[in-house]
Structures are given as structure tokens and as C-alpha cells.
């Protein structure tokens, strides 16, 4: 069974200070990894996919790699707009349903 | 590219009364739809994967007769909480991702806010 864990729970950082969120799994044989942003009120938007360890992606002050094991988002300099809940999810080769297993995701709250 | 629209974003309903939900895929079309569940503080819950043209696939403990799934064509899914009740109240959310494209992530729709008095 798939297994995804994140940390820390919460997070709250001061305009401008960069920290990591984690987002730990397991899985028989990764098909994606998948970083999702949600609002408060409002369905989850997606961010970025990492298929491979070694690989990364970026967009604005975000920044996720991965490994075999876990998956890094990197916030640098974050700003109180970056405020939100951070989504991990990972998808396996077995089967064909392509369903998804998510984490419990970061609550990130930035202060300005 | 990859919209998905849910409505309505909020509904309040009394106990005993059914409520509808839409899911439209507004810019590809989507064999598949999932529908979710998500408590305060908590992750997603599947709830079920709507198929179209069959019949639903329901997670264990998810009331098939409870929460009704139609899909009839490929950019619309529709969930049904029928005879609501308090318990029910919740935040429900839709997902679809491009047929076709198995490692593609899922897109989500706002999400429905059903709070039932």
C-alpha cells in the first residue's frame, strides 16, 4: 500500500525566510510525484510533477526535487501570498486505475 | 488548459432533502472523474471514480446508495447526496485529469461546500 507523510504539520515562516517542506513515500514503483497548492475554501491547484529522482522543477519561489525516498519543496523568500496548504501525492505502477495517494499536506502561514 | 468546474461552491440543505453536485471538464474530455471528501485539517478522502458510460467504483465504507454517481458523457459527472443528513456535511471536491494520459496529474475543480441542517 502506498504511503505518503509530510512535514511538518505547519509551518510559519516571516516574509523573506526560506525553509523546505517534506513529503515522504513509499511505493511499490513510482509513477509521479505530484505538489498541489490548496486555499482555504478552495480545491487543491497543481503545482508540479516529478517522475524520476533527480529531477526538479521550478516556478517563481518554489522549488521541488526529489529522490527515491522524498520529495522537497523549497520556498525561498517566501511572501504572505505563498500562505497555503501544500499537497504531496504519489502515483504507482501497479494497476491502471492512476489514482492517486495524498499526504495530509503542510499548512504554511506567512507572516509579513 | 485542464478547467475543471464544479457547482454549486456552496449549498445548505435540510435533513431528509437530496443535493446535486456538477463536475464539468470545460476544455478536455475525461473518461474518468474522481470524487472526493475532505474534513477540516485532513487530506483528501476518494470517495468514488465515476466512469463514463458504467457504473461507479466506491471506496470501501462509501454508501453507493448514499452518494449517487452519474457520468453520462465525457465532460460531465454529477454526485447525489441523497437523504442528507448532519453527518454529511463537508467539503466535497471533483478531479479529472485529459483521457487518455495515465500520469498526468489530476485537475481539481473548487470544490462544494455542503452544510446540511
Known amino acids: 500500500e502506498d504511503q505518503v507523510t509530510q512535514s511538518p504539520e505547519a509551518l510559519r515562516l516571516q516574509e523573506g525566510e526560506s525553509s523546505s517542506l517534506n513529503c515522504s513515500y513509499t511505493?511499490?514503483?513510482?509513477?509521479?510525484l505530484f505538489w498541489y497548492r490548496q486555499d482555504p475554501g478552495k480545491g487543491p491547484e497543481f503545482l508540479f510533477t516529478l517522475y524520476s529522482a533527480g529531477e526538479e522543477k521550478e516556478k517563481e519561489r518554489l522549488k521541488a526535487t526529489l529522490t527515491k525516498k522524498e520529495s522537497f519543496l523549497h520556498i525561498t523568500a517566501p511572501k504572505p501570498e505563498d500562505s497555503a496548504t501544500y499537497l504531496c501525492?504519489?502515483?504507482?505502477?501497479?494497476?491502471?486505475?492512476?489514482?492517486?495517494?495524498f499526504g495530509r499536506g503542510t499548512s504554511l502561514i506567512v507572516h509579513p | 488548459g485542464a478547467v475543471v468546474s464544479q457547482h454549486p461552491s456552496r449549498v445548505i440543505c435540510k435533513s431528509g432533502t437530496s443535493v446535486k453536485i456538477e463536475c464539468r471538464s470545460l476544455d478536455f474530455q475525461a473518461t474518468t472523474m474522481f470524487w472526493y471528501r475532505q474534513f477540516p485539517k485532513q487530506s483528501l478522502m476518494l470517495m468514488a471514480t465515476?466512469?463514463?458510460?458504467?457504473?461507479?467504483?466506491?471506496e470501501q465504507g462509501v454508501e453507493k446508495d448514499k452518494f449517487l454517481i452519474n457520468h453520462a458523457s465525457l465532460t460531465l459527472s454529477t454526485l447525489t447526496v441523497t437523504s442528507a443528513h448532519p453527518e454529511d456535511s463537508s467539503f466535497y471536491i471533483c478531479?479529472?485529469?485529459?483521457?487518455?494520459?495515465?500520469?498526468?496529474?489530476?485537475?481539481f475543480g473548487n470544490g462544494t461546500r455542503l452544510t446540511v441542517t
Open positions: 465515476s466512469n463514463e458510460g458504467s457504473k461507479a467504483t466506491y
Open positions: 511505493v511499490s514503483g513510482l509513477r509521479g
Open positions: 478531479s479529472a485529469r485529459d483521457q487518455g494520459q495515465g500520469d498526468s496529474p489530476l485537475h
Open positions: 501525492a504519489v502515483q504507482d505502477t501497479t494497476g491502471g486505475s492512476y489514482i492517486p495517494t
